[in-house]
C-alpha cells in the first residue's frame, strides 16, 4: 500500500531590504511620477475649456436642424476648429 505524504506549505519568500539610499531613490521616482501624473492633458496640450467646444459643437448640431447620430463628430470638429483658432 502506497503512503501518503502531506505536502506542506510552501514559505514566503524573503522580502529584500533596501538601504536608506534605494529607499530614498524610490521616493523620489513615486513623487515624480504622481507630479507628472497630476497635470492635466488638456492644459498640456493647449486645447480649449470644454465648454467652449460644447457651445460650438452644439452650433454645428443646430446648423444640421438637430439630426442625432453626429455628437462625436461634432464634438472632434469644434475641437479641430478652437485649436486651430489657438495657434
Known sequence: MAE????????????????AAATKTAAKT????????????????????????????RSYWASRGYQDGFAEQDWLRAEEELRKKAS
Open 30 to 57: 513615486r513623487k515624480a511620477a504622481v507630479k507628472k501624473e497630476s497635470v492635466p492633458v488638456a492644459v498640456a496640450v493647449g486645447m480649449p475649456a470644454r465648454e467652449e467646444i460644447e457651445q460650438l459643437a
Open 4 to 19: 501518503k505524504v502531506k505536502k506542506s506549505k510552501t514559505t514566503a519568500k524573503p522580502v529584500a531590504i533596501m538601504d
